[in-house]
Every structure is written in structure tokens, then in C-alpha cells.
Nanobody, 128 residues
Framework: VQLQASGGGLVQAGGSLRLSCAAS????????AAWFRQAPGKEREGISC???????YVADSVEGRFTISRDASKNTVYLQMDGLKPEDTAVYYC???????????????????????WGQGTQVTVSS
């Protein structure tokens, strides 16, 4: 399985970026896809997740500014980031957790918190 993340870059505060994560080699289309980020000196943070059935989770820190979506036909997940702030500066990672009946959780964010596969990360830098 390979996850190829792209779309990062340098943007001014208030600007927008769209990250993409293209998955290949998956054996099923039933999975949760998530975006994490890690800023220098900080712990990795799960910011958004989308299930194959459509439900989404968005962390409070990005609620109202970031939107996750997926194109099942392309096995690609997107993160539209609007209203970017300097504190959004981080390396952003996409990740996938495969769904099985034994992995059902009551909250989507819990399901996505322990991925099976990780992408390579893409740097997002927001200047003030």
C-alpha cells in the first residue's frame, strides 16, 4: 500500500491550500482516511477523518476552516484548508485504517486514530 500526499507549500495567513492523498494497493474500499499534522516540538494531532460510508470528523482546532472529502473512484482523499493561520504550520500526513467488523468504534475519530498505513508527509507553512 502506498499513500502519496501532495499539495503543501508556503501561503500567507488567510490563504488556502488543498492537500491530496492518493492511495494505491488497497485491497478494499472500506476504510477510514485521515489527516494528521505535526508541528515542530509538538505532538502529532489528528485533525480530520472520513469513512467510506461518508461520516466525517473534524477537530475543533480546524472546524469551520478545513474540509475533508474523498473521491472513491480515484482512491483519493482531499483536505481543503481555508483561512490558514500561522499556527497551522506543520507537516501534514495522510493515513488509512482498513475497516473490519472487529474494528467498529463508537466514535469515528477513535477508529482513525490508529492507522494501518501512512503517507510521507507534506509541509505546510503559513506566514504571518
Amino acid at each position: 500500500v502506498q499513500l502519496q500526499a501532495s499539495g503543501g507549500g508556503l501561503v500567507q495567513a488567510g490563504g488556502s491550500l488543498r492537500l491530496s492523498c492518493a492511495a494505491s494497493g488497497l485491497t478494499s474500499d472500506r476504510y477510514g482516511a485521515a489527516w494528521f499534522r505535526q508541528a515542530p516540538g509538538k505532538e502529532r494531532e489528528g485533525i480530520s477523518c472520513i469513512s467510506s460510508g461518508g461520516p466525517k470528523y473534524v477537530a475543533d482546532s480546524v472546524e469551520g476552516r478545513f474540509t475533508i472529502s474523498r473521491d472513491a473512484s480515484k482512491n483519493t482523499v482531499y483536505l481543503q484548508m481555508d483561512g490558514l493561520k500561522p499556527e497551522d504550520t506543520a507537516v501534514y500526513y495522510c493515513a488509512v485504517r482498513m475497516w473490519t467488523p472487529s474494528r467498529i468504534t463508537s466514535r469515528l475519530q477513535d477508529f482513525c486514530a490508529t492507522p494501518d498505513y501512512w503517507g510521507q508527509g507534506t509541509q505546510v507553512t503559513v506566514s504571518s
